[in-house]
């Protein structure tokens, strides 16, 4: 009895938990990669769920009684879904430039993490910004708006379509302004810790330096205080936490702002969007 998307959103938000509603996404967005014939192993590495989970899904996609493929197969949504970050340096920017491209924002309660525009098929999906690609990457959204850091830091299958000129920062190595270490190959057999492992082990290779990559989540730049490590690779923007710990910049591995991405499936909708949004 439920004919649009809206009339979906409200009956599950109704009758179950979020917690509930995050493992019903999950596992079909594992039956749609399962549908397009993606391997099992790919499937579990890149939703991260286990092999049981997608064995289990599968079986239910083919032997079941048609659910899953009732949900798959029209795929009608005229919708554009855009994923962006639901708390963070890019989420207020990320407004203002769709503001500035005509689209207006639907109110958000608290638990609601799919809100449609009021004056056009888009709506927002807010996600954690390390999940913004592989939401793309999977097509559970059309578009995203992310950093090139997390880009770069790992590999997603996704089209980046414009630059949009935001979120200005980059990734660089610091040592302590007391510790003596002048350039990065002061760093040869110090610890560096980083909450951007790959990025950091890339440049180390390249520079053929040879330091302990310590991954870090969270804040790093207090870590050669704590004596956790010799120096740190982080994002910055203005340089001011790095000298409020009294940090000085060694190298820059890369520059990164926001970026507009794409998911690697085929819609009309998603090149209308492109069209009426983004070649102002």
């Known amino acids: 009895m439920l004919k649009t998307p809206n009339e979906c959103r409200a009956f599950f938000r109704d009758l179950c938990t979020l917690a509930e509603i995050e493992t019903m996404a999950e596992r079909f967005q594992i039956a749609k990669m399962v549908n397009r014939n993606i391997p099992y192993r790919e499937v579990s590495k890149k939703t ?9 899904v599968t079986h239910w996609l083919h032997h079941g009684m048609g659910g899953y493929k009732l949900a798959l197969d029209p795929m009608k949504s005229s919708n554009v879904r855009l994923a962006i970050q639901k708390e963070g340096r890019l989420k207020d920017a990320s407004f203002n430039f769709l503001e500035s491209r005509g689209i207006k924002f639907g109110k958000k309660n ?4 799919i809100v449609p525009c009021e004056n056009t098929d888009v709506e927002i999906l807010y996600v954690r910004h390390s999940e913004i690609p592989k939401y793309v990457e999977s097509s559970a959204a059309d578009f995203g708006i992310v950093g090139e850091n997390v880009l770069y830091e790992n590999e997603f299958n996704v089209k980046q379509v414009k630059k949009l000129g935001f979120g200005r920062c980059k990734l660089v190595i610091a040592a302590p302004t007391k510790s003596g270490i002048k350039t990065v190959f002061g760093l040869r057999e110090e610890r560096i810790a980083t909450s951007y492992p790959n990025s950091l082990a890339k440049f180390l290779r390249k520079q053929r330096v040879n330091a302990a990559v310590i991954e870090i989540k969270g804040t790093v730049e207090i870590a050669p205080a704590l004596g956790l490590a010799d120096a740190i690779c982080d994002i910055t923007q203005t340089g001011k936490t790095l000298k409020a710990n009294n940090l000085k910049p060694l190298a820059t591995l890369f520059k990164s702002e926001a970026v507009l991405i794409e998911s690697p499936i085929e819609r009309k909708e998603k090149n209308d969007f492109i069209k009426k949004f983004l070649t102002l």
Do not use: E, F, N
Request: aromatic fraction near 0%; glycine fraction near 16%; avoid cysteine.
């Open 48 to 56: 991260g769920s286990s092999t049981a989970t997608v064995t289990r």
């Open 110 to 113: 608290g638990r609601t993490l």
